[in-house]
C-alpha cells in the first residue's frame, strides 16, 4: 500500500495526555498505557491505535473493562467511542530480547533501549502513532536493580525508590508535549560522564553521557561537542535547552548514527566513543558533529517538529545545515565544505539520477524508513544553505526566529518553513518552493567570452533539471552561483564575488571594465547543489586551483582537472599527466596553504565518482587510469611527498586542527609514496603503523598497507586484529580496510571475512563496515563474474530476516544497473529479481528492489 502525501488527513483524535508503565524484562516486558484522548473535530470516526505485532491482553474504557466496543483491524486497535473525551487503558506484552529489528525496544549488550523513530511505538504499545499527534508523557519504569540499576526515559525524573524482590523503579515526566517518535527509554548498568550547563537566561542543565563503565575515558570529546553546541545554538540561533536534564546513552546494536529523543538522546556508541588510542580524526569529528546534530534537533525537530513524515527535510535537512554550519565554526570551513559536497556526490547524486530519485519533500511512499535518504538530509541541508546564500545571514536569522516562534509546540510543514522565510525576508519565494517539489540535480553550463576592445565580459549560464521517476518534464529553478573573474596575465581579481540567480532555463550577466581575459570561477563554496558545466582549459583549471581566492573553488578546479584527465584516459586509453602532476605540486609546496586542505586538494577523485561522469561506467578501465595516474603523481613528486611525509611526523599526538592537519597529509604522502613503489615503501607504512601512538597514523598506515602485495600487509592486519579484537569499533575498521582495499583479490577477501567468527548480521556497524563498505568498492563489486552482486543481494535476503530496514539499505547499488554495460547490468537486474522472489519479504526490501528494478 501506497501512502501519499496528499492524502494527508488531520487525526481523528488527539492523546494530550499519556501514561506509560514499564515492567520491564528482556523475555517478557508488560506495557501498561493509559491515553487521555479527546476528538479532534466533529466527526463520528472511532479511534484507531496502531499497533505492530501487539496482542491487547486488557482493553478498557474510561475505567471499565471494554469487550465489544474494540475489534482489532488488521494490526491495529479500533475503538468506538461515544464521547468527546476518554480514557484508554490497554496491557501488552513485548520480548525486547527477541527484538532483531532494533525498531521499538529491544536489548543491546544486557541493555534495554527503544528506537521509535518514524514507527517504532506501535512495536511496544497502541497508539496514533504519527507525528502529528502530541502527547505529555509520564513515563514509570520498573526493572531488576541489579541488571539496571539506571532507569532512564525522557524529560526530568521526578520520582523512583526500591520495591520488593530486588526490583526498583523511577517515574519521569516530559512537560513538552511530543509525538510518538521522540519517546525513549533506557535500562541498564552503565557509569556516566557527567558535568554541566547554564544557559544564557540561567537555567542549569545536568548533563550525563552515560556508557559501560570502561568506556567513561572516552567520552570527553562528545562532552566538549555537546556543550560547545548548546552554546553555539544559543548564539547563532538563539536557541535554548528546556530541560533540567540532558541525558546521552550510547548503544553497541543502533540502525543509524543516532536519535534525538526529547531530553534522551540515544547514540550509536561510533558517534560517542573517542580516544587517541582507538578513534581516528575523523572519527573525532564524526562524534562532535552527531552529538551537535542530535542537540540541534531540540528545536529544529523537537519544539518543533514535522506534520507527517513527508514533512521528513523540515527537520533534518535544517538540521544538518545546522551542523554543518558549527562544524564549519569549529574546525576548518574550508575542509568541511569539500567533506560536504564530497559526500552529497558520493552518496545523494547518484540517488538523484537513479531509480529511487525523489524530491526532497516525497510525494509517496510505502515504507518511510526508506526515506531516511542522503536526498532527505544532504540535499535538504543544501536547500536551506541557498536560502541562507539568497536571503543573507541577517535575515536568514529572522525567518528561523519567526519559524520557531510561529511554530513553537506545533508539528509543522516544509511549506510553513519557507513561509516564515518569505514573510521575514519580504522576498519572494515562489519559485524557490521548486526546490522542494522536484528531484534531479539540474545541469547549468557555463561560458565566459571577453572583448578586450570594449572591455566586456559576458557570462552565458544555461540549465536543465533532468527527467527523475514521476516527473518526465521539470520546471528551471533558481540557483544561487557565486561567481567570480579572474586575470589570466596579472592574477588580478576582475569582478569580485557575486551572487548571480540563474532563474530561468538561460542567464547573461555582463561584466565591464574586464582589461585582460577572465578566467571563470563560479559555484564557489557550491552555492548550489548541481552540476556545472564548463569548457574552461586545462590551463585555466590550473590556474584557478592554484590562485583562487575560495579555498573550495580551489579544491573543485583541482578536481575538475584530475576528472577531465581521467575520463581522457579511459575513453583513449592515454592522457597527458602532466597539467594534473603540476598542479598538484604547486598545491603540495605552497607553504600558505593550510595542510589539512593540501591533504584534500591533491586527492584523486574516487573511481566512483570519475564512474559516474561516464555514459557507461567501465569499473576495471577506470581503477587502471586512476592507479596510473596516482603512480604518476607519486613518481615525479616523490620528493616533494618525502618532505610532507616527513613534515607530518609529530613526537606526540596532540588533537589540534594543526596536528590533524599534518597527519591528514601524511598519510596522503604515504599512499602516493607507495602508489609510485618506492623501495622503502612497505618499511615507512609499516613502522608509521606499529610506532604509531594514535589511530589515525595507525589505520592510515594500514589502509596503504592493505592495497598492496608485501609481508608487511599481512603482519599489520593480523597484529591490529589481535590487538583490538575486543573492541567492537575498532574491529568495524578492519574490515572495512580490508572491504575497500583496491587490491585484485579484493573481492574473495571480503567473501572470507564474511565467514570470520567476528563477523555477524544482528550488528549493523559491523555489516556496514564489511557488506557496505565492499559495495562503495566500484572495481571490486563490480567485478564482472556478477560474486560481487551475489554477494550483496545474498546478504540483503539473510539480513531482511533479521532487521528489514537495513537489509533495505544495502540496495541501492544494484540499482545502478542502467550506468553499466549490458552484462553486468543484466547480473545485476537476475539479482534484484532474485531478491524480489524470496518469500515473505519485508516491504522495506521490496519496495527498494522493485523500483530499482524499474
Ligand atoms: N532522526 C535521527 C537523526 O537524524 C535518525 C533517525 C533515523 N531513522 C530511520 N528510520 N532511518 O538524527
Ligand atoms: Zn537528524
Redesign the pocket.
Known sequence: PVIRREDYRAPDWLVPEVSLDFRLDPAATRVLARLEVTRNGDHARPLRLDGDGLVPLVVRIDGAAAADTWRMDGPALVIDLPGAAHVIETEVEIAPAGNTQLMGLYASGGLLCTQC??EGVRRITFFPDRPDVLSRYTVRLEAGEATYPLLLSNGDRTDGGGLEDGRHWAEWRDPFPKPTYLFALVAGDLAANRDSFVTRSGREVDLAIWVKAADVGKTEHAMAALKASMAWDEQTYGREYDLGEFNIVAVADF??????NKGLNIFNSRYILADPDTATDGDYDGVAGVVA??YF?NWS?NRVTCRDWFQLSLK?GF?VFRDQQFSADQGSAAVGRIENVRALRASQFPEDAGPLAHPIRPEAYME??NF?TATI?NKGAEVIRMLHTLLGAQAFRQGSDLYFERHDGQAATCEQFVQAMEDASGADLAAFRLWYAQAGTPRVRAAISHEPASGQARLTLGQSVPATPGQPVKQSMPLPLRVALFGELTGRVLAPEQVVVLDGPTKEVLFEGIGERPILSINRDFSAPVVVETDRSAADLAFLSANDDDPFARYEAMQQLMVDTLVVAVATGTADHAPVVEAVERTLTDPALDPAFVAEAVLLPSEAFVGDQMLVVDPPAIHAAREALRARIGTRLEEAWRAAYARGQADRYEYSPQAKGLRRLRTVALGYLAAAGVADAAALAFAQFDEADNMTDRQGALGVLANGRSAEREDALDMFYERYRGNGLVLDKWFTTQAVSTRDDCLDAVERLARHPDFTLANPNRLRALVGAFASNQRAFHDASGRGYRFLADMVIAVDRLNP?TAAKLIPPLGRWRRFDGARAGLMKAELRRVLEVPGLSKDVFEQASKSLG
Do not use: D, K, L, R
Open positions: 523513530e518514524p540502525n543509524f548514527g543516532a536519535m534525538e546534530h542530535e534537533h525537530g533534518e538540521t518511510i524508513s531516511y538530509y530496514s
